[in-house]
Nanobody, 120 residues
Framework: QLVESGGGEVQPGGSVRVSCAAS????????MGWFRQAPGKLREFVAH???????FYSDSVRGRFTISRDNGKQTVTLQMNSVRHEDAAVYYC????????????????WGQGTQVTVSS
């Protein structure tokens, strides 16, 4: 089970954090990631972090967002800085147990999503 928290309303240029708590199994060797979906758009990859701590980002957020994980607490956090209007979306936590993670074919294990709204 994946449960997101955080998000909410943020002004352009501001910061917001979304977190995901995993439970029900040992997620420490899963790749944990974030995807987002804006109204009228397809769900898109944002970032993920491997169990080793190696992180990968989409071009649109690299340098502004930081993903981190705490294996002891089985949590993953996305710190979003310098937020833009185009970052507004529902953010979904994803857990992927596969050795070869495919961001174009994410593993079907999702949280319920948490809203990030960007408004002036």
């Amino acid at each position: 089970q994946l449960v997101e928290s955080g998000g909410g309303e943020v002004q352009p240029g501001g910061s917001v954090r979304v977190s995901c708590a995993a439970s029900g199994t040992n997620f420490n060797f899963y790749t944990m990631g974030w995807f987002r979906q804006a109204p009228g758009k397809l769900r898109e990859f944002v970032a993920h972090i491997e169990y080793s701590g190696d992180a990968f980002y989409s071009d649109s957020v690299r340098g502004r967002f930081t993903i981190s994980r705490d294996n002891g607490k089985q949590t993953v956090t996305l710190q979003m800085n310098s937020v833009r209007h185009e970052d507004a979306a529902v953010y979904y936590c994803n857990a992927d147990p596969r050795f070869n993670v495919r961001i174009d074919e994410p593993y079907d294990l999702w949280g319920q999503g948490t809203q990030v709204t960007v408004s002036s």
